[in-house]
């Protein structure tokens, strides 16, 4: 197998796995109920594609700078905001600035004195639209796939292990 090969198999599983854990499962919290673990699962599923495309940098910029680039314009230019919300959700399960809210298209991205409406269902869309266009850039960018290559070489984690379980 080439190098171009097994790098075209890499992104492929890669995908598959993102799309299985990210994709697939976010629109099933898609309600009042769910919105909170919907937009904690969006601040990761940022993470860890941020991981993919900017793996030297520590976590905060690499985050930043995968949402200021991938991310829809309205979304794109509260990166920071979004990296301070990502850490209080993952250690205190805060939404910090942002009021969440569900099936309320018309309040994203709208204000309340220093609060910013998100809603599910376009944050969920905005991370459809930035994993995809990050893997249409990562096919053709020779810098990209070199540290996509590293990236998921880490023994940190840098991609998703799959292990066959057997009973007997």
């Not at 969006?42 to 910029?61: I, N, Q, W």
């Not at 991370?127 to 249409?136: G, K």
């Not at 850039?137 to 996509?148: A, K």
Request: hydrophobic share 40%; charged share 20%.
């Amino acid at each position: 197998m080439t190098n171009v090969d097994q790098l075209q198999r890499d992104i492929y599983e890669f995908r598959l796995h993102f799309d299985q854990i990210y994709l697939d499962c976010i629109p099933r919290l898609l309600d009042e109920k769910g919105m909170f673990l919907a937009f904690l699962s969006f601040l990761t599923a940022v993470d860890v594609l941020a991981g993919v495309f900017s793996h030297e940098r520590s976590p905060g910029a690499r985050f930043r700078s995968f949402a200021g680039r991938f991310l829809p314009e309205g979304l794109r230019s509260l990166s920071d905001d979004l990296w301070k919300a990502r850490n209080l959700m993952v250690h205190s399960f805060n939404p910090g600035q942002f009021g969440l809210v569900s099936g309320q298209s018309r309040l994203h991205l709208s204000k309340t004195h220093s609060v910013t409406t998100l809603n599910a269902q376009d944050v969920y869309a905005a991370l459809v639209v930035a994993a995809r266009e990050y893997f249409t850039v990562l096919q053709s960018d020779p810098e990209l796939q070199l540290v996509f290559v590293k990236r998921i070489a880490d023994t940190d984690g840098g991609a998703p292990e799959s292990h066959v379980v057997h009973e007997y």
